[in-house]
């Protein structure tokens, strides 16, 4: 039977009834409130932004804090929390000042302190913030509203590594930015327009967020990241739902309204239906990668990775991960993006065609005798799973001895943190994506950073690659920045941080009834109206 076949069963009904979909009685207040329902593409099981670059934690962030800067729609870093900034005559130093009304959601102001504690503990883990760090003399709170940072030697990119998107920057309270970076946070109070209602919680199924009454928004116009942040609706709850059918027949009999990440080859099916709608909010789109473990042989050796750029063919991902050709680029070979300002096709001619007696060659130059590789497996993303089955095949086709290790994405999340060995704890390779401005800067392509422990689970080492972005991030010059650029992408292709395995676009899917849906490069919630 078709997916537009289905029919809305008693056990669909009974599977949104368990997801919290549906419920069996509903209390009559709820009804004057304004409730949107999300399917989430993942199970949010980190709460804690700086410590992952899980989507739906970094979504769950954007929610719930707020920023120093936001990202407009023209990519440009605008004031958010900052009311004013000033920089001084030699570029060395900045001085911000934070708008009145702030207040995290315990009802307490929001002061410099907190925000030199939130960005001092979001610098260690984040690429782009240890690459500001590197350049920061000294960073301090002036007084309750005011908050300076004084630079070594100039750096251009300092606004726009603190409205980056992805791994942003989100202010919390002094004292819960006070954790270890290496440990997870254990509240979750921030100044945003929602507030995370904890005690609704269902890991597993369900998320709830209220909007927040105090929250004061900026008097500019929305523009995707920037601007005011006005939330229209009451409540958003997200809910999610591993059966992407059942997900599908509740958007259409419009039980839940917005379809965060509908399987590709549903599209069809979507744009078919008058009650729901297709939009794009990532321009840029999304990059699959995958990602080898540095740490561990056979991919602690450049050749072993550089084996995996002549196993991958692109198209045969791309068909099997979206199917539509609409959808995809039949080849990307750029690190930071096609169509970005940062495209270059420089070096790539390793991935650009097939060849297993190369990649062969390479594997036994690496010292690989057969033994078992560890691809972990994500069961509940629909595409993530057709990435990794797709590797599945290809390295069987290369002759590897491949172990497939099967788990939800949740559970991937916290093992691919892990740097244990790969038969125990650890792994060889998994699937990920990104996209979005910072996957198309290589100051804030966080799976670009190479700098070893400070690296993304996988932990690219190649601090010779790490200079030559920084080498980039100190040039003004745009011609001179673009010679750097083909050196860093020629240097990718050689040390290898991940595999590109392809470029493609992922609409959402909402009804008819919604509008205000912003194009951000991410899903945000507040600007959406149900009507």
């Not at 726009?160 to 998107?165: A, E, I, M, R, V």
């Not at 099916?269 to 709608?277: D, F, R, S, Y």
């Not at 599945?392 to 244990?420: P, Y």
Request: include cysteine; hydrophobic fraction near 40%; glycine fraction near 6%.
């Amino acid at each position: 039977m078709t997916a537009s076949g289905r029919t809305w069963s008693v056990a669909i009904r009974s599977a949104l009834v368990a997801a919290g979909v549906l419920a069996l009685a509903p209390a009559a207040p709820a009804l004057a409130q304004k409730t949107l329902k999300v399917v989430v593409h993942a199970d949010l099981k980190i709460l804690d932004p700086v410590w992952t670059t899980a989507f739906i934690t970094n979504r769950h962030g954007l929610l719930i804090y707020d920023m120093l800067y936001g990202l407009d729609s023209k990519l440009e870093p605008k004031p958010q929390m900052v009311d004013k900034h000033t920089i001084s005559d030699d570029g060395l130093v900045y001085t911000f000042t934070l708008r009145p009304g702030l207040k995290f959601h315990d009802g307490q102001p929001v002061t410099a302190a907190d925000v030199v504690a939130s960005w001092t503990r979001w610098a260690k883990r984040d690429a782009m913030g240890q690459r500001l760090a590197s350049f920061t003399s000294t960073l301090e709170a002036v007084d309750d509203k005011t908050f300076r940072l004084t630079l070594k030697e100039k750096y251009g990119l300092v606004l726009d590594t603190l409205g980056k998107s992805t791994t942003g920057l989100f202010i919390m309270p002094e004292r819960i930015a006070k954790t270890d970076p290496q440990q997870q946070i254990k509240e979750y109070i921030g100044s945003g327009p929602f507030i995370f209602e904890q005690s609704e919680w269902r890991p597993g199924s369900k998320v709830v967020y209220r909007k927040n009454p105090d929250y004061v928004p900026r008097s500019d116009k929305t523009d995707a990241l920037a601007g005011a942040k006005i939330a229209k609706v009451d409540r958003v709850e997200w809910l999610y739902i591993p059966d992407h059918n059942t997900s599908l027949s509740a958007l259409q009999a419009g039980e839940v309204d917005y379809f965060e990440a509908p399987p590709l080859d549903f599209i069809p099916i979507l744009e078919k239906n008058p009650k729901i709608k297709v939009v794009d909010i990532e321009p840029l789109g999304l990059q699959g990668i995958l990602r080898p473990n540095f740490l561990y042989p056979p991919f602690n050796h450049p050749k072993a990775r550089q084996a995996l750029l002549y196993m991958v063919k692109q198209e045969d991902y791309m068909r099997a991960v979206v199917g539509n050709p609409k959808l995809y680029k039949k080849f990307c070979g750029a690190f930071f993006l096609c169509g970005s300002d940062n495209e270059t096709s420089v070096g790539s001619e390793p991935l650009a065609k097939q060849d297993f007696a190369k990649a062969k060659q390479l594997m036994k130059e690496a010292g690989y005798n057969g033994e078992k590789i560890v691809v972990l497996q994500p069961t509940d993303r629909a595409q993530y799973n057709a990435m990794t089955m797709v590797t599945i095949q290809t390295l069987r086709k290369a002759g590897l001895n491949v172990e497939v290790q099967a788990m939800d994405w949740g559970t991937l999340l916290s093992r691919r943190a892990n740097r244990g060995n790969p038969y125990e704890t650890g792994y060889h390779l998994f699937h990920t994506t990104h996209g979005g401005p910072s996957t198309a800067n290589p100051v804030s392509n966080t799976w670009f950073n190479s700098r070893c422990d400070r690296a993304n689970p996988g932990w690219a080492c190649d601090m010779e690659l790490d200079k030559l972005v920084e080498d980039w991030s100190r040039e003004q010059d745009r011609a001179k920045r673009k010679a750097i650029l083909d050196k860093i992408q020629t240097r990718a292709y050689e040390t290898v941080p991940y595999v590109p395995i392809g470029q493609y676009s992922q609409p959402i899917a909402v009804r008819s009834n919604i509008t205000g849906m912003l194009v951000a490069n991410v899903p945000v919630y507040w600007n959406i109206e149900k009507k």
